[in-house]
């Protein structure tokens, strides 16, 4: 399985972008995909996470109410859209694929990943 991930850029505080996540054939049926961001000298972090069986949606605390992920099962793909970005949020952002249905926070769970695509939010 691919993952290529786009749709990164600079943005002013307030601002927002959305990212894709565009999937390779596959025939894995039941999988999570979720996105990370890793800030400069920091960790990995998970932000939200989707379930490809019933669009079942997470979001860690940091995001909850500003980013909302989803998914085209027919275009194989998921998006993550970020509105009220925050210098904060600034980062390489990466998704990541998951075989089964749990939606973990540890990125080594996770069994494929797409490059990063960064994302500057300027003060």
């Known amino acids: 399985v691919q993952l290529q991930a786009s749709g990164g850029g600079l943005v002013q505080t307030g601002g927002s972008l959305r990212l894709s996540c565009a999937e390779s054939e596959h025939t894995t049926t039941v999988y999570t995909v979720s996105w990370f961001r890793q800030a400069p000298g920091l960790e990995r972090e998970w932000i939200a996470g989707?379930?490809?069986?019933?669009?079942?949606?997470y979001y860690a605390d940091s995001v909850k109410g500003r980013f909302t992920i989803s998914r085209d099962n027919a275009k194989n793909s998921v998006y993550l859209q970020m509105d009220s970005l925050r210098p904060e949020d600034s980062g390489s952002y990466y998704c990541?694929?998951?075989?089964?249905?749990?939606?973990?926070?540890?990125?080594?769970?996770?069994?494929?990943w797409g490059q990063g695509t960064q994302v500057t939010v300027s003060s």
């Open positions: 989707i379930r490809r069986s019933d669009a079942t949606t």
């Open positions: 990541a694929l998951r075989k089964g249905a749990r939606v973990p926070e540890r990125p080594h769970e996770y069994d494929y």
